[in-house]
């Protein structure tokens, strides 16, 4: 049995509604569920060795993470949502190989963005200026005045 999840499957969270099949151990393999996401889907998931009753306390009415091919109703279970370990998820280092595209704001309360050795918290641009007239505070680092002429961006 194959599973593939591409444009006709949906991942997802499903609850359990019945198990059926046994394994060599007597414990059973298949699920019968029900998407909780998308109402009306149903199919039968297969459930890894480490996911039968023999192993852990699932049980009907136990929701799991799976993938389900919509077409055939077929798919498989990845892990229990009560025996997840979902701190694992968001409390750990992520490395991105490729690209992070993000659409919206990225938010930090105590934290910082670096690239290389350039941090979002402390970076500066110089100017560069034809004029400047005003006074700059060496202890604050703040000016007021006027700029006048051209800006150049940094390098």
Known sequence: M???CGARNMFGFFVLKSLDGKDAQGASFLAKVESQMTPGIRG???LPPYMRPNQCNIAAGSVVWGCLDEVTGRGF???GKDGADFQYFFD???QVKKTLTVNGDIQSSSGDVKAGSISLKTH???ITAAQFTGTID???GSATGE???N???PQ
């Open 147 to 149: 700029i006048s002429g």
């Open 92 to 94: 750990a280092d992520i």
């Open 44 to 46: 039968t998931l297969f």
């Open 151 to 153: 800006t150049q961006a």
């Open 77 to 79: 279970a990845m892990f």
């Open 124 to 126: 500066t641009h110089p």
């Open 138 to 140: 060496p202890t604050t």
């Open 2 to 4: 194959a599973f593939f």
